[in-house]
C-alpha cells in the first residue's frame, strides 16, 4: 500500500447520518453517494448510511447506480439527472428511480417498462430558479399527465433544487419554496400529486425546516462537512476522512536555495525540508502553498513550500527534529491541531465538497469500522 491512504472513518458516517435523520424527521433521509461517495467510497458508504437510518440513496449516473446493486444494495436509488435515452433501459434493469424533466425520457422510460414488464417509478424534477436542469413550472402538470398515462410508470414523486440555501437569510430559498409549493398545489389540483415531495439538500437539512416536506437529499453532511462555513456547529457532524501520508525525505537546505518547479520559494534561513510522496494527481492542489497550505507533522502545523508537483510537495521544517516515516496529516487531526477540507477551500476560492471529492483513486481508502455494540453491561452481546 501507498505511504499516502485516505482513512475513511464509517463510525462518523453513521453518527452523521443518524444526527441528520433526527434533524430532518417526520421526513425520510436520503444519502447522497454520487461520485464515489463524494470521494469516500460509494458502497461502504451506503451500506453505513442505511444502516444507520438513511432509507433512501441518490447518484448521478446509471453506472454510479448499477454499482451500487451489484453490491447487493436493494434500497430505492435516485437518479438526481436524467439518464440518456440510450441508457434508461440499464437504469430500469438496474431498478433505479428516475428523474424526468422531458417527454422523450418519458417515452424511453414507458418503452423499457413495457419491455421487461415492470412498474418504473419517476419522480419529475421542477426549475424552481437553479437554472440547471429540470422543467419549467408551468410543464409540470402536463409531463405528470404524460406520466400518468403510460401504464408503466408510477408518479412517485416530485422535487427541485436549492441554489442558495447554504446562504443564511438569503430570501431566494423561500422564493423556490413558494413556487414550488405552487406546483405541487397544480399537481394536487390535477388530481396528480406524488406520494414524494422534495427539496431538501445539506444545507436545507439544517437551515430549512420549511423545505424538509416528505424526503431530505442530504450529501455533504453525511461525510461531516457543513454545505458552507457559515453552516459550520450548527448540528454535530464529524469528519469522516483523513488524509495521511508519510515522511520520504528529509534534507538539509541553506538560506539562499529555491524548491520546486519555477524557484518560487525562496529560503531566506537554515531550514529542514520533508518530502511527502504525494501530489496535485492524488488531489493536493497545485497551489495550496501559495495560498498558506500546511500540513501537520509531529502535532504541528508546518507550511507547504514550494509548488505541488505531480506525485510530491515539500514541507519547511525548521530546525525541528523529523525523520523519514513520521506520519504527516494533510487532513485531519493530528494530537490537538486539525485541518479542515475547509482550511485548503476557502483560500482556494473554492467548497470543501471539491477537495473530498477530489482527492483521486491512485490514494487508497482505508476503512475504519464503528466497533461492534457489546450489548447491555453484563452480557457478552448477541
Known sequence: MRAAVAEVDLGAIAHNVAVLVDAVAPAAL???????????????VAETALAAGATWLAVALVEEGAVLRKAGIEAPILLLSEPR??????????????????????????????????????????????NRVGAAPSEIV???????????????????????????????TDVQLDRFDAVCADLDAAGLLPPLRHTGNSA???????????????????????????LAGRIDLRPAMTLRAEVAMVKRVRAGERISYGQRHHVVADTTVATVPIGYADGVPRRLASVGGSVLIGGRRRPIVGVVTMDQLMVDCGDDEVAEGD???????????VVLADDWAVPL???????????????????????????PAGTSGP
Open 30 to 44: 436520503c444519502a447522497v453517494v454520487k461520485a464515489d461517495g463524494y470521494g469516500h467510497g460509494a458502497i461502504a
Open 85 to 130: 435515452p440510450d441508457d434508461v433501459d440499464v437504469a430500469v434493469h438496474h431498478g433505479l428511480t428516475l428523474t424526468v424533466y422531458r417527454r422523450a425520457t418519458i417515452e424511453a422510460a414507458a418503452d423499457a417498462a413495457a419491455a421487461t414488464g415492470r412498474t418504473v417509478d419517476v419522480h419529475l424534477k421542477v426549475n424552481t430558479g437553479m
Open 142 to 172: 402536463g409531463l405528470a399527465r404524460a406520466v400518468d398515462a403510460q401504464p408503466g410508470l408510477a408518479l412517485a414523486g416530485v422535487w427541485t433544487h436549492c441554489a442558495v440555501a447554504d446562504e443564511p437569510g438569503n430570501p431566494f
Open 204 to 230: 436545507v437539512a439544517i437551515d430549512h425546516r420549511r423545505g424538509h416536506l416528505d424526503l431530505v437529499r442530504c450529501g455533504i453532511a453525511v461525510y461531516g462537512l457543513p454545505p458552507s462555513p457559515a
Open 327 to 337: 506520519e504527516v496529516v494533510l487532513i485531519g487531526r493530528q494530537g490537538s491541531e
Open 349 to 375: 476560492g473554492t467548497i470543501g465538497y471539491e477537495i473530498v471529492c477530489g482527492i483521486g483513486p491512485r490514494v487508497p481508502r482505508l476503512y475504519r469500522r464503528p466497533a461492534p455494540d457489546p450489548g
